[in-house]
């Protein structure tokens, strides 16, 4: 069957050696039920964002056998436009010419376990399924592509129709974490900065006064007198055409022979302060935050490529979902969940006690701002700290859990009314020197709250 002899308004099945393509020429009646059944999709329309944003849909549905649909395009302007996000373009050449590739990616498809993403995956970890699928189906690596309309300046194909732009940082976060679990092999590509608020890559570098972050500054040149040994701004040694020297008034006439230039000095015409070097800072182009250069967040873009288990991850997803639980949860000794620890505190509350031991809970909380400069991934690192720091503080039968990365709660089981202050006292002043030492800002408003039961 040729393309350009198919009528070009109704969308149609067209089937070719057993291979059933479903040829989109519009979104009339375009039903995902449909394109399901069907082994490869076509689109002949010209209008890429109308393609864009159904290829969109399809890889974002939860159907395996949806979402990895083999996609082709039959105009050569909607294939460059779309820039490597379908699997091929076709033209009006006739159809026999990809059926071969069809049918292989239908078989890898198929070899993957039917299965339903459980209720409690994430959105990212779904992403990285598909990624995974992605990956193995179609036997390609993936690589860290630069692109302007990209928040950190690199996208991944077939990423880029799943995570929004400005989510990507996140899932990158998960990758990660594949990676240390043996899913995925990753090699280094680039090494981007980032603006420390919003991720941004678009930054505007400028040299500023030290002072007053203007940038209305301009430097000038220093000149030393060797005669006299005087050193000062060019601008002082000016005297109508000729240098004359402010302090001794001889006329300098040779560089290297009567003087010369050492450095430069920064002058601002906003407050006038002179000083040896100017500021430079990273302005973000989309959230305006001044970022001093140590500030700026580096991330590491990789190339991605699945490895043996991350193929079989591909196949039979769902143990993804056990795993990774266990993985994620990072519990250390003495941590439960919350809901066990509320659980434990009723059960607590109602045992009858002798006047001398009674149960206590002690609540930690700070304020966000404390944590407001760091990435996810920054603070991921930051809990686990602070938790190791708090289970040395517990005896074996305590126990405690983490509500939130500034919420904390700890149940300290049979002990005297002065041990729980102590201990409330210790917290108090320990963690208030954790968080001073860590961060900049002491505004970290510590509440340590001691509950008798
Ligand atoms: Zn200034
Ligand atoms: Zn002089
Ligand atoms: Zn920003």
């Not at 290297?256 to 800072?281: M, R, T, W």
């Amino acid at each position: 069957m040729i393309l350009k002899n198919l009528e070009a308004n109704a969308n149609t099945i067209v089937t070719e050696y057993d291979i059933n393509f479903h040829i989109v020429n519009s979104n009339a009646e375009l039903r995902h039920e449909n394109l399901v059944n069907c082994d490869a999709i076509i689109f002949r329309s010209d209008y890429v964002s109308f393609v864009k944003t159904e290829i969109q849909r399809i890889r974002k549905a939860d159907n395996p056998a949806l979402y990895l649909k083999p996609i082709y395009v039959a105009t050569k302007r909607a294939y460059l436009r779309l820039d490597k996000n379908v699997d091929g373009y076709l033209g009006d050449d006739e159809l026999n010419g990809i059926v071969e590739e069809v049918s292989v990616l239908v078989d890898r498809i198929n070899e993957i376990v039917d299965f339903d993403f459980p209720k409690h995956a994430t959105f990212h970890q779904k992403n990285f399924i598909k990624l995974c699928q992605y990956l193995l189906t179609r036997d390609i690596n993936l690589k860290a592509r630069r692109s302007r309309e990209a928040h950190m300046g690199f996208r991944y194909n077939f990423v880029n129709y799943l995570v929004p732009n400005l989510e990507l940082n996140q899932f990158l976060d998960l990758v990660n974490d594949m990676k240390k679990v043996g899913y995925i092999n990753t090699k280094l590509a680039e090494r981007v900065n980032l603006c420390r608020d919003c991720s941004s890559s678009y930054l505007h570098f400028v040299e500023t006064c030290h002072k007053c972050k203007s940038v209305d500054i301009e430097s000038e040149s220093l000149i030393h007198h060797f005669r006299c040994a005087y050193i000062g701004p060019e601008s002082d040694f000016q005297q109508d055409d000729v240098l004359m020297c402010p302090k001794c008034d001889k006329v300098l006439r040779h560089i290297g022979v009567d003087y010369d230039k050492p450095s430069e000095i920064i002058n601002c015409n906003s407050c006038n302060h002179q000083s040896q070097q100017s500021a430079i800072l990273a302005n973000c182009v989309d959230c305006g935050k001044e970022n001093d250069l140590k500030t700026l967040h580096s991330k590491e873009m990789y190339n991605i490529s699945l490895t043996e288990q991350g193929k079989n991850l591909a196949i039979n997803p769902i143990s993804l979902f056990g795993e990774y639980k266990a993985e994620k949860d990072d519990k250390l000794e003495l941590e439960i969940d919350q809901s066990t620890f509320d659980l434990l505190v009723r059960q607590e509350s109602k045992k009858k006690r002798d006047k001398k031991y009674a149960s206590y809970t002690l609540e930690i909380l700070f304020s966000e701002e404390t944590l407001a400069t760091l990435v996810p991934s920054e603070i991921r690192t930051f809990q686990m700290e602070f938790k190791k720091i708090l289970v040395n503080y517990l005896q074996e039968i305590d126990l405690f859990t983490a509500v939130t990365p500034l919420n904390y709660k700890l149940l300290m089981i049979s002990k005297t009314e002065r041990y729980a202050e102590d201990m409330a006292e210790t917290l108090r002043y320990n963690i208030n020197k954790v968080l001073n030492d860590n961060f900049s800002d002491p505004e970290h408003q510590l509440q340590v709250t001691k509950i008798k039961l």
